[in-house]
Nanobody
Framework: QVQLVESGGGLVQAGGSLRLSCAAS????????VGWFRQAPGKEREFVAA????????NYADSAKGRFTISRDNAQNTMYLQMNSLKREDTAVYYC????????????????WGQGTQVTVSS
């Protein structure tokens, strides 16, 4: 009954921006930490960013710092990833996830996952 649905992916030129959204249902969203992960073809899934239940603590991968911003709207049961200054190496399927482990970077802390949205950065 828990469902996470990503949206906002697409094709963008290098240097451009995208805003990903993740809508949650079937869980008490405001009690969960949420995060974003990505997986490129032939590579392992990697951590991108996370935010705790209140939005007071954030955690970013080094590749995302200064370019990406994670946020959440508990009233709307939605979390976001604003991506600026996109690079070719940002091309991947992006997944949102929810868990009870705080703003953790490890995928094992997240119990629920969306199906992903494709982000393709051209150059």
């Amino acid at each position: 009954q828990v469902q996470l649905v990503e949206s906002g992916g697409g094709l963008v030129q290098a240097g451009g921006s995208l805003r990903l959204s993740c809508a949650a249902s079937g869980l008490t969203f405001k009690t969960y930490a949420v995060g974003w992960f990505r997986q490129a073809p032939g590579k392992e899934r990697e951590f991108v960013a996370a935010i705790d239940w209140s939005g007071s603590r954030t955690n970013y991968a080094d590749s995302a710092k200064g370019r990406f911003t994670i946020s959440r709207d508990n009233a709307q049961n939605t979390m976001y990833l604003q991506m600026n200054s996109l690079k070719r190496e940002d091309t991947a399927v992006y997944y949102c996830a929810a868990g009870l482990g705080g703003a953790a970077s490890g995928s094992a802390w997240y119990a629920y996952w969306g199906q992903g949205t494709q982000v393709t950065v051209s150059s």
